[in-house]
Structures are given as structure tokens and as C-alpha cells.
T-cell receptor
């Protein structure tokens, strides 16, 4: 099974609401990254959190990391229709520089 | 900065034909990754290079797949012979090892094998 597993698989909310996506992983990591993918496009890096960090902010994004539970969450505040996309977590394991991606959460923000 | 460039963007071919996908990484990046994305299997790492040397090709499905990186600015992924189950979107990504290891993805090549 994949290193990163997102939850939920799909999320539908109204514009202005907050969206929270979760990611769990299995092994020791150097960092965890979140990416966004719009339909038909490549993935775009959003934010990176290192294993010694617990929380990080970037604009309307807030990421938390709990290494004891091997889990992370991505919070998008005040969502917009343009936030509609798939969101993936990716982990860089301590054993190397490759990233392992989860299966993604499909977020739909309704106007 | 043009970002990661992939060609072609779309490829439709018949089973048994050879397919070559191309990638130009971001200048200065020393790691290059090939991924395949399908609805059934999600995003899979096929192979990655560091300083033009293949480091991990454990994700390459079978001998029909091969990848090369003859220099720092060009890589190819070849499928010969192609099969319908190879239909997918193939992404190339590059990064600077030693930095944040953020990967920059190209727009992908949508491959359809009939």
C-alpha cells in the first residue's frame, strides 16, 4: 500500500467554509509535502513541513504534523471555488530523496 | 523560468508501437523523476535520476519500459512495444537535491494506446 493515505477521498463544501484533509504514513520521514493538482494538469507544490516542525502556515493554508501518530493535516481556510482540485500528501523518507505520494483527496468547493 | 517541459502533450498510438516521451527539467535541478498516473493506481514513481544517473528504477513496470538521461537537460522514457494497459498520464518532475526537495512537475503526457 502507498506510504501516504489521504482522508477523506472526496470532500464537497461551500465557498467560504474551511476544508480539512488528513494524511497518514507508515515510516520515518524527513519531511511531508502537500501538492495540488487541477484537472488535467501537473502537480503543484503547496507547502513543506519538516519532521521537527509541528505546524506551518502559508496564506490560507495551515499544515500540522504529528510524527508520533504519523499523520498530517492540511487546512484550507475561507475556501474559494478556485480551490477545487485534488490534494496529495507526499513523504520524503529518511532513507532517500524520493517522494511517495498518497492517493489524494478530491476537493470540490461549490460557489 | 519555463518550468519542466514535456513533449508530446498527447500521444495516441496503436498497440505494439514504440512510444518515446521527452522531458526537459528545470535548469540547475539535479534530480529528475518519471511518474505515471492512472485512476486505478494513482501516482506511481517509475524511475528517478540524480546527476543523470538512475538511482531507483524499481517502479518501472517491466522490460518494455526504459529511461535515459544523456545529459542534465534531457530525459526520455520509452515504451517498446506499447500495450493498452500503458495508457496513462506520464509526468516528469525535477528538483534540487540538498534543497527542500520540492518537486516541480511538468504538464504531463497523456498516452492512449489503442
Amino acid at each position: 500500500s502507498q506510504q501516504g493515505e489521504e482522508d477523506p477521498q472526496a470532500l464537497s463544501i461551500q465557498e467560504g467554509e474551511n476544508a480539512t484533509m488528513n494524511c497518514s504514513y507508515k515510516t520515518s520521514i524527513n519531511n511531508l509535502q502537500w501538492y495540488r493538482q487541477n484537472s488535467g494538469r501537473g502537480l503543484v507544490h503547496l507547502i513543506l513541513i519538516r519532521s521537527n516542525e509541528r505546524e506551518k502556515h502559508s496564506g490560507r493554508l495551515r499544515v500540522t504534523l504529528d510524527t508520533s501518530k504519523k499523520s498530517s493535516s492540511l487546512l484550507i481556510t475561507a475556501s474559494r471555488a478556485a480551490d477545487t482540485a485534488s490534494y496529495f500528501c507526499a513523504t520524503e523518507e529518511t532513507s532517500g530523496s524520493r517522494l511517495t505520494f498518497g492517493e489524494g483527496t478530491q476537493l470540490t468547493v461549490n460557489p | 523560468d519555463a518550468g519542466v517541459i514535456q513533449s508530446p502533450r498527447h500521444e495516441v498510438t496503436e498497440m505494439g508501437q514504440e512510444v518515446t516521451l521527452r522531458c526537459k527539467p528545470i535548469s540547475g535541478h539535479n534530480s529528475l523523476f518519471w511518474y505515471r498516473q492512472t485512476m486505478m493506481r494513482g501516482l506511481e514513481l517509475l524511475i528517478y535520476f540524480n546527476n543523470n544517473v538512475p538511482i531507483d528504477d524499481s517502479g518501472m513496470p517491466e522490460d518494455r519500459f526504459s529511461a535515459k538521461m544523456p545529459n542534465a537537460s534531457f530525459s526520455t522514457l520509452k515504451i517498446q512495444p506499447s500495450e493498452p494497459r500503458d495508457s496513462a498520464v506520464y509526468f516528469c518532475a525535477s528538483s534540487m537535491e540538498g534543497g527542500n526537495n520540492e518537486q516541480f512537475f511538468g504538464p504531463g503526457t497523456r498516452l492512449t494506446v489503442l
